[in-house]
T-cell receptor, first 113, second 114 residues
């Protein structure tokens, strides 16, 4: 079945550091790929998405490119801020008629001033 | 309106109580979902509604009973829960099934069963 593997952390960075969170997937066909962020005590927010190969999703300085050849969707940000401290989930939705989001295990990021 | 609204935000209930969680969206989305999230874990799918009809039940115990009275509302009725059911319950919606656009999540109801 479809699955997502991502870095689990936790990871602690200093403000303005470079961030990469690796995500790889296994799926039949061409799934849509997502990054969700969950701030403490809140629900999940869609951070960015890509629906086909070579698409680049971007939002709030974060970027991720849908790489079909490596089945990856790594999240990057050039300079993190304290406000980026959160849990980040990589997810995919398959092409089946009944859509179901499959999540990675999540990675907790803490950014220190 | 681009939000999914969940009430209440916090709920404490005894094992013999009956309570309901509510979820509302006014984005015209026709698919709605209930997820359960335990601490430090990803969300787990419980139910999927499509056009107000139950489409998926992920083998959820019958003490959880979903209801979709109309296209904007989704309820989760709770009865005779166990302490291990304590979790964050998330509602989500999407335009329709199979669109691949992702979900809009609510902020969740944090449920504690005592």
């Amino acid at each position: 079945g479809d699955s997502v593997t991502q870095m689990e952390g936790p990871v602690t960075l200093s403000e303005e550091a470079f961030l990469t969170i690796n995500c790889t997937y296994t799926a039949t066909g061409y799934p849509s790929l997502f990054w969700y962020v969950q701030y403490p005590g809140e629900g999940l927010q869609l951070l960015l998405k890509a629906t086909k190969a070579d698409d680049k999703g971007s939002n709030k300085g974060f970027e991720a490119t849908y790489r079909k050849e490596t089945t990856s969707f790594h999240l990057e940000k050039g300079s993190v801020q304290v406000s980026d401290s959160a849990v980040y989930f990589c997810a995919l939705s398959g092409i089946a008629k009944v859509e179901k989001l499959v999540f990675g295990k999540g990675m907790k990021l803490t950014v220190n001033p | 309106d681009t939000e999914v609204t969940q009430t209440p935000k916090h709920l404490v209930m005894g094992m013999t109580n009956k309570k309901s969680l509510k979820c509302e969206q006014h984005m015209g989305h026709r698919a709605m979902y209930w997820y359960k999230q335990k601490a430090k874990k990803p969300p787990e799918l419980m139910f999927v509604y499509s056009y107000e009809k139950l489409s998926i039940n992920e083998s959820v115990p019958s003490r959880f009973s979903p209801e979709c009275p109309n296209s904007s509302l989704l309820n989760l009725h709770l009865h005779a829960l166990q302490p291990e059911d304590s979790a964050l319950y998330l509602c989500a919606s999407s335009q329709a099934l199979g669109q691949g656009d992702g979900y809009t999540f609510g902020s969740g109801t944090r449920l504690t069963v005592v």
